[in-house]
Protein backbone atom coordinates (compact mmCIF):
# COMPACT_ATOMS: atom_id res chain seq x y z
CA UNK A 1 0.00 0.00 0.00
CA UNK A 2 1.47 3.11 -1.22
CA UNK A 3 1.30 5.90 2.26
CA UNK A 4 1.71 9.33 2.58
CA UNK A 5 4.49 11.34 3.02
CA UNK A 6 4.81 12.79 5.99
CA UNK A 7 5.98 16.62 5.03
CA UNK A 8 7.97 19.30 6.69
CA UNK A 9 6.96 20.66 9.46
CA UNK A 10 4.88 18.01 10.73
CA UNK A 11 6.10 17.30 14.55
CA UNK A 12 6.46 13.25 13.62
CA UNK A 13 9.88 13.96 11.33
CA UNK A 14 10.89 16.18 15.09
CA UNK A 15 10.39 12.88 16.92
CA UNK A 16 12.76 10.32 18.80
CA UNK A 17 12.28 7.20 17.05
CA UNK A 18 13.14 4.02 18.79
CA UNK A 19 15.15 0.40 18.07
CA UNK A 20 13.18 -1.94 15.83
CA UNK A 21 12.49 -5.03 17.45
CA UNK A 22 12.17 -8.75 15.68
CA UNK A 23 9.04 -9.26 17.19
CA UNK A 24 7.31 -5.35 16.00
CA UNK A 25 3.61 -5.61 15.04
CA UNK A 26 2.96 -5.19 11.50
CA UNK A 27 6.97 -5.03 10.10
CA UNK A 28 6.79 -7.00 7.40
CA UNK A 29 4.27 -4.97 6.00
CA UNK A 30 5.74 -2.12 6.57
CA UNK A 31 8.50 -2.42 5.08
CA UNK A 32 6.68 -3.67 2.21
CA UNK A 33 4.85 -0.52 1.92
CA UNK A 34 7.57 1.58 2.32
CA UNK A 35 9.18 0.12 -0.59
CA UNK A 36 6.00 0.31 -2.68
CA UNK A 37 5.75 4.26 -1.32
CA UNK A 38 9.42 5.33 -2.82
CA UNK A 39 8.83 3.45 -5.74
CA UNK A 40 5.42 5.37 -6.32
CA UNK A 41 7.34 8.98 -5.39
CA UNK A 42 10.15 8.22 -7.65
CA UNK A 43 12.26 8.13 -4.27
CA UNK A 44 15.72 7.04 -3.64
CA UNK A 45 15.33 6.49 -0.27
CA UNK A 46 12.73 6.61 2.81
CA UNK A 47 12.77 6.62 6.50
CA UNK A 48 10.11 5.06 8.69
CA UNK A 49 9.33 9.15 10.05
CA UNK A 50 8.08 9.99 6.66
CA UNK A 51 5.66 7.48 6.31
CA UNK A 52 4.80 8.41 10.24
CA UNK A 53 6.36 5.98 12.02
CA UNK A 54 8.87 6.97 14.84
CA UNK A 55 10.75 3.77 14.12
CA UNK A 56 14.84 3.20 12.92
CA UNK A 57 14.22 2.10 9.58
CA UNK A 58 15.23 2.96 6.58
CA UNK A 59 14.69 1.27 2.55
CA UNK A 60 17.58 2.53 -0.24
CA UNK A 61 17.06 1.50 -3.82
CA UNK A 62 19.50 3.99 -5.91
CA UNK A 63 19.82 1.47 -8.98
CA UNK A 64 17.68 4.07 -10.79
CA UNK A 65 20.95 6.43 -10.96
CA UNK A 66 23.41 3.56 -12.65
CA UNK A 67 23.43 5.56 -15.80
CA UNK A 68 25.44 8.13 -14.49
CA UNK A 69 27.00 6.05 -11.73
CA UNK A 70 27.84 2.31 -12.68
CA UNK A 71 28.52 1.64 -8.98
CA UNK A 72 25.03 1.63 -7.58
CA UNK A 73 23.56 -1.08 -10.00
CA UNK A 74 21.33 -3.17 -7.73
CA UNK A 75 22.36 -1.76 -4.59
CA UNK A 76 19.16 -1.70 -2.77
CA UNK A 77 19.14 -2.25 1.30
CA UNK A 78 16.39 -2.44 4.47
CA UNK A 79 18.06 -0.86 7.20
CA UNK A 80 17.50 -1.61 10.54
CA UNK A 81 18.66 0.03 13.37
CA UNK A 82 21.38 1.52 11.38
CA UNK A 83 24.60 2.93 13.12
CA UNK A 84 26.33 5.73 10.73
CA UNK A 85 30.45 6.43 12.04
CA UNK A 86 32.27 8.69 10.62
CA UNK A 87 36.06 9.51 10.93
CA UNK A 88 36.11 13.00 11.13
CA UNK A 89 39.41 13.21 9.24
CA UNK A 90 37.50 11.74 5.90
CA UNK A 91 36.28 14.60 3.08
CA UNK A 92 33.08 16.18 3.10
CA UNK A 93 31.76 16.53 -0.70
CA UNK A 94 28.81 19.06 -1.57
CA UNK A 95 26.48 18.17 -3.34
CA UNK A 96 22.87 18.99 -4.18
CA UNK A 97 19.97 17.19 -2.38
CA UNK A 98 16.21 16.47 -2.15
CA UNK A 99 13.93 15.14 0.03
CA UNK A 100 10.40 13.28 -0.50
CA UNK A 101 9.30 15.15 2.54
CA UNK A 102 10.61 18.92 1.19
CA UNK A 103 9.15 18.71 -2.44
CA UNK A 104 10.39 21.00 -4.66
CA UNK A 105 13.50 22.04 -3.23
CA UNK A 106 16.97 21.04 -3.66
CA UNK A 107 19.95 22.71 -1.75
CA UNK A 108 23.40 21.77 -1.69
CA UNK A 109 24.40 19.51 1.67
CA UNK A 110 27.84 18.84 2.35
CA UNK A 111 28.82 15.21 3.05
CA UNK A 112 31.08 12.81 4.24
CA UNK A 113 32.31 10.95 1.26
CA UNK A 114 32.83 7.48 3.48
CA UNK A 115 31.44 5.97 6.42
CA UNK A 116 31.30 3.10 8.25
CA UNK A 117 27.87 1.90 8.68
CA UNK A 118 26.51 -1.34 10.86
CA UNK A 119 22.72 -2.69 10.55
CA UNK A 120 20.22 -5.46 10.29
CA UNK A 121 18.45 -6.40 7.34
CA UNK A 122 14.92 -7.61 6.96
CA UNK A 123 15.72 -11.37 7.31
CA UNK A 124 17.78 -9.94 10.68
CA UNK A 125 21.15 -10.68 9.55
CA UNK A 126 23.25 -8.21 10.87
CA UNK A 127 26.08 -6.34 8.43
CA UNK A 128 29.12 -4.32 8.90
CA UNK A 129 30.69 -2.17 5.59
CA UNK A 130 32.64 1.02 4.80
CA UNK A 131 30.52 2.62 2.36
CA UNK A 132 31.99 5.73 0.33
CA UNK A 133 30.43 8.01 -2.46
CA UNK A 134 26.88 9.10 -3.68
CA UNK A 135 25.38 5.68 -1.68
CA UNK A 136 26.86 7.46 1.57
CA UNK A 137 25.68 10.51 0.86
CA UNK A 138 21.87 8.85 0.42
CA UNK A 139 22.44 6.94 3.69
CA UNK A 140 23.71 9.85 5.91
CA UNK A 141 20.71 11.83 4.50
CA UNK A 142 17.92 9.07 5.44
CA UNK A 143 19.97 8.07 8.81
CA UNK A 144 19.45 11.81 9.65
CA UNK A 145 15.77 11.68 9.54
CA UNK A 146 16.25 8.99 12.28
CA UNK A 147 17.67 11.61 14.60
CA UNK A 148 15.66 14.30 13.74
CA UNK A 149 17.47 15.63 11.47
CA UNK A 150 16.19 17.31 7.76
CA UNK A 151 19.00 18.03 4.68
CA UNK A 152 17.72 22.23 4.67
CA UNK A 153 19.21 21.83 8.59
CA UNK A 154 22.50 21.04 7.08
CA UNK A 155 22.50 24.06 4.50
CA UNK A 156 23.92 27.29 4.83
CA UNK A 157 21.75 30.10 6.94
CA UNK A 158 21.82 32.37 3.50
CA UNK A 159 20.14 29.70 2.03
CA UNK A 160 18.18 28.33 4.59
CA UNK A 161 16.71 32.08 4.91
CA UNK A 162 16.31 32.35 1.50
CA UNK A 163 13.82 29.53 1.19
CA UNK A 164 12.16 29.37 4.50
CA UNK A 165 8.91 31.05 2.49
CA UNK A 166 8.90 27.69 0.54
CA UNK A 167 9.65 25.98 3.75
CA UNK A 168 6.43 27.83 5.35
CA UNK A 169 4.83 27.08 2.24
CA UNK A 170 5.19 23.13 2.62
CA UNK A 171 4.62 22.77 5.83
CA UNK A 172 1.20 24.44 5.68
CA UNK A 173 0.87 21.66 2.90
CA UNK A 174 0.70 24.74 0.39
CA UNK A 175 2.70 22.63 -2.09
CA UNK A 176 1.93 21.27 -5.29
CA UNK A 177 3.19 17.41 -5.58
CA UNK A 178 2.39 14.56 -7.67
CA UNK A 179 2.12 12.17 -4.58
CA UNK A 180 -0.17 12.03 -1.40
CA UNK A 181 1.08 13.92 1.12
CA UNK A 182 0.47 15.08 4.98
CA UNK A 183 0.89 17.94 6.47
CA UNK A 184 0.68 19.14 9.90
CA UNK A 185 -1.62 22.43 10.34
CA UNK A 186 -3.30 22.39 6.19
CA UNK A 187 -4.17 25.79 5.69
CA UNK A 188 -7.71 27.27 5.25
CA UNK A 189 -8.52 27.77 1.99
NI1 LIG B 1 14.68 12.85 3.17
Known amino acids: ?26 LAELIANMKETMYATDGIGIAAPQ ?9 IDVDVLKDDM ?17 DENVNTVTREEGCLSVPGIHE ?10 KWT ?12 GYLARV ?7 LEKTI ?21 KGNVSCDYRTRCFKPSRR
Open 139 to 145: VQHECDH
Open 108 to 117: SVPRHERIHL
Open 151 to 171: FVDRISPIRKQLIRGKLNNIA
Open 121 to 132: DENWQTHEEDIE
Open 70 to 86: PELAGKNMVLINPEVTV
Open 51 to 59: VGESLRLVY
Open 1 to 26: MVLPIYLYGHPVLRTNTRMVTPDEPG
